[in-house]
Structures are given as structure tokens and as C-alpha cells.
Antibody
Framework: QVQLQESGPGLVKPSETLSLTCTVSSGSIGTYYWSWIRQSPGKGLEWIGYVYYSGSTDYNPSLKSRVTIALATSKNQFSLRLTSVTTADTAVYYC???????????WGQGTPVTVSS | EIVMTQSPATLSVSPGERATLSCRASQSVGGNLAWYQQKPGQAPRLLIYGSSTRASGIPARFSGSGSGTEFTLTISSLQSEDFAVYYCQQYDNWLPTFGGGTKVEIK
């Protein structure tokens, strides 16, 4: 059973960079897509982007200018960087396996991130 | 972007009764539709993919149907653990999108 666990700061100041890491256990990065998804009361579930096992990425156009998702295969991890955050980026952030025309079959428990000074 | 619309927003059902949830896509997504269940404080859990295929470990009381733009999730006999929020999601397009959710509550 694949398990995913998000980690990172729960509080980020406006205009700064949000950085999260997802650790994949009981399985490897393998030949899969790995995504970040966020959930806020105002916007529901929103796909942020994915990284493929090859390292290729794709992002939601609404966030593309501010997002970077990267793989650290040797550590069985992938990461999210979101720059220039505002209060609108306050949400629960999930990492998940899937994306790229594939369903999200495994999810992390989610980590809440608040953007506030 | 394909917009997913779920109805109703809230469904009040008694335990043991049948629940029928709807999901509509703004354009055809073929059969590339998934359903997820989310309980408070938890991540969404995959229930159905390919419009009608149950994910591993999902009870047979959950069934999905539909194609194109109209989809349905049916829970044949609601159990106490089924009261939750349900989301549909299309993965036919490179940009996956989710519906706004249907909350199934105890009547």
C-alpha cells in the first residue's frame, strides 16, 4: 500500500515562498505521475500540477507563473514551491499519485498552510 | 477548462436508503470520470474510476454510471460510514478538474 506524507511550514508570510515536500513510502516513485492538489473553502479542490517520473512537469495555468514541482527520486520525494503567496493561497495542500490523464489513487493526509503576516 | 457541476449540493438520506448523486461536465469527457469520498479531516478517497469501475476495497453498494457529460453515483443502502462529501473529477483533459461536491447527510 503506497503511502504519501506531506511536510513543510504551516504558516507563510504574504509575498514569500511556500515550500512543501511529499515523501512516498511503501513504494517507489516508479513510472507514475505525482501531483499536488489544494483545497480551500472558496475554490474547492484545485489541481496545482504534476511531475512525471522522468522529471517532466505540467501546471495549472492559473498558477503556472508561480509554481515549481520537482522530483528527488533517490529520496522517494517530490516537492512544491509556490512563490509570491497571498492570502488566496491559504488551503490544505495534498500530494497524490496521479495526474496526466490518470486518476488520483493515493493521497497524503494533507497539510494546512496559512498565508498571514 | 472543463467545468464539473454536481447536484444536489446537499442530500439528506436515512440510513438504509438509496442515494443518487449527479455530476455534469461542461463538455464530453467520455468515460474518464472518477468519484471520491471525503470525510472531515481526511483526504479524498478514490471510489470509482472509468465512470463505473470500483477502486480496490470499495464495497459493492457503490456504483457509478454515465458517459459523455452526465454521470451518476449511486449508494444502494447507506451505511453510517457513508455520510460524507462526494466529489466527481474528470481526467479526460490534461487539466483535471473537480466538481464542487455533494454532502450526504443523515436525515
Amino acid at each position: 500500500q503506497v503511502q504519501l506524507q506531506e511536510s513543510g511550514p504551516g504558516l507563510v508570510k504574504p509575498s514569500e515562498t511556500l515550500s512543501l515536500t511529499c515523501t512516498v513510502s511503501s513504494g517507489s516513485i516508479g513510472t507514475y505521475y505525482w501531483s499536488w492538489i489544494r483545497q480551500s473553502p472558496g475554490k474547492g479542490l484545485e489541481w496545482i500540477g504534476y511531475v512525471y517520473y522522468s522529471g517532466s512537469t505540467d501546471y495549472n495555468p492559473s498558477l503556472k507563473s508561480r509554481v515549481t514541482i520537482a522530483l528527488a527520486t533517490s529520496k522517494n520525494q517530490f516537492s512544491l514551491r509556490l512563490t509570491s503567496v497571498t492570502t488566496a493561497d491559504t488551503a490544505v495542500y495534498y500530494c497524490a499519485r496521479g495526474g496526466g490523464y490518470v486518476v488520483f489513487d493515493y493521497w497524503g493526509q494533507g497539510t494546512p498552510v496559512t498565508v498571514s503576516s | 477548462e472543463i467545468v464539473m457541476t454536481q447536484s444536489p449540493a446537499t442530500l439528506s438520506v436515512s440510513p438504509g436508503e438509496r442515494a443518487t448523486l449527479s455530476c455534469r461536465a461542461s463538455q464530453s469527457v467520455g468515460g474518464n470520470l472518477a468519484w471520491y469520498q471525503q470525510k472531515p479531516g481526511q483526504a479524498p478517497r478514490l471510489l470509482i474510476y472509468g465512470s463505473s469501475t470500483r477502486a480496490s476495497g470499495i464495497p459493492a453498494r457503490f456504483s457509478g454510471s454515465g458517459s459523455g457529460t452526465e454521470f451518476t453515483l449511486t449508494i444502494s443502502s447507506l451505511q453510517s460510514e457513508d455520510f460524507a462529501v462526494y466529489y466527481c473529477q474528470q481526467y479526460d483533459n490534461w487539466l483535471p478538474t473537480f466538481g464542487g461536491g455533494t454532502k450526504v447527510e443523515i436525515k
